[in-house]
């Protein structure tokens, strides 16, 4: 049995522990610590299994921007007197069952298709230097399915709107109401005041290498957005009005661009959503840098949820 055997295995058993403490935890906080963990080590998996664009998604949503979710729901629960104790333990076996359940059946349909799988990726292989392009994920998201790609963002939108209509009509236009950790001098607060810098450095990164490597403009964008959450739910930083000119600015700049760049196309490459050949890497690296920032403001927003107070003039 080799090294990388033996580490697999501990790993597995390693996320399946953490997994049955996460249920049977009886405190919240710890039960969204433990949950922050989980997503960390599910996103080593992904690398084993050599999905690491997927694994940078699991490690900024997953164990970022979920777990700070989770964070800010726990906050509004206490501030309302609303923090009960955690479900019997009967429900927690039974949801760790039908999990379990759930688990089992998507493995089967990966291990015993059935049919003979098909590929297409010997195809997009063989056109994919066309497009400047060395990263084959980055190739399919904006080449072979740019329109898909950009139908995803203008969906993300379309939920930040749908959590903002939650708000009164008295509300509109006001202050969403994360929840914020006040403690001065808590784990927290070093946490935002230390992480920032080297996240969005890290999300620049991710954005610049998507084109080669794993990475792209949501990986960086949820990190950018776990870093600004951080800071608000830290209450370093108040959170802004949805009505900032700024903020919806920087909403909608990824997006827009994505669809000129795409009307384009029209007229200058024969397609909608096409490029052209001596330019295609370029505008496709102009749409990924507008589209990390877009989704970093857009994610953080739906974390902080609905206008709960009235901007003050």
Known sequence: MTMDIV?????????ISIAVWSIVARDAFSAIMIFMVYGLLLSLAWVRLAAVDIALTEAAIGAGVTGMLLLNALARLRMTGSD????????????????????????ALVLFPSGEPTTLAPAVMARLGESGLENPVAGV???FRSLDTLLEKVVLL??????????????????????????????LVFLAQTL???????AIY????????????????????????????????????IDSQSVRLAM??????????????IFVANSFLAYPSDYAKPLIVVIEATLTLSIGVTLGLLAAGPPEKVQQP
């Open 206 to 241: 991710m954005c610049w290498v998507g084109a080669s490597e794993p990475g792209g403009a949501f990986q960086g964008g949820a990190v950018l957005a776990a870093m600004w959450i951080l800071v608000m739910v830290a209450g370093l930083r108040k959170v802004p009005s």
């Open 7 to 15: 580490f697999d295995i501990g790993l597995v058993a390693l996320l």
């Open 141 to 143: 998201l904006f080449v």
């Open 84 to 107: 009960a104790a955690p479900a019997a333990l009967p429900l927690r076996i039974a949801a760790g069952v039908l999990c379990m359940l759930v688990s089992a059946a998507l493995s």
């Open 252 to 265: 909608a700049v990824g997006p827009v661009v994505f669809l000129a760049i795409g009307i384009a196309g």
């Open 158 to 187: 379309l939920a930040l709107l749908a959590v903002w209509s939650l708000a009164p009509d008295g509300l509109w236009g006001g202050i969403p109401g994360l929840r914020v950790f006040a403690e001065k001098k808590s784990v």
């Open 196 to 202: 920032p810098p080297i996240g969005i450095m890290v």
